[in-house]
């Protein structure tokens, strides 16, 4: 499917999408992993303000980005920091 204008929430949005716009499954599949990532990390979608959620998930493990006031098993944190960048990196 090809869009005229480019729309969605900043930082959910497959940057794909918005360099074409061109929306396929892709596009949902980028934008499930990074929901993946806000839910594990208690940030927003757009990152820390500097990077993206996905390069800040990027080099970190799992207990180091997963957000402290939950409590996440180390082994549940993992699967979803692996999950959910390798969606959000557009598989």
């Known amino acids: 499917v090809t869009m005229t204008a480019v729309s969605g ?3 959910f949005v497959d940057p794909y999408y918005v360099a074409t716009s061109r929306f396929d499954e892709n596009c949902d599949l980028y934008s499930f992993g990074v929901t993946i990532l806000a839910v594990l990390t208690g940030l927003p979608g757009t990152g ?5 959620l996905t390069d800040v998930c990027s080099t970190q493990r799992a207990q180091d980005v997963a957000d402290q ?3 996440w098993k ?7 920091l692996r999950i959910g960048f390798r ?5």
């Open 48 to 52: 820390d303000g500097a990077r993206t």
């Open 69 to 71: 006031r939950a409590v």
């Open 74 to 80: 180390e082994k549940t944190a993992s699967a979803l």
């Open 87 to 91: 969606l959000g990196k557009g598989l």
């Open 9 to 11: 929430t900043p930082g």
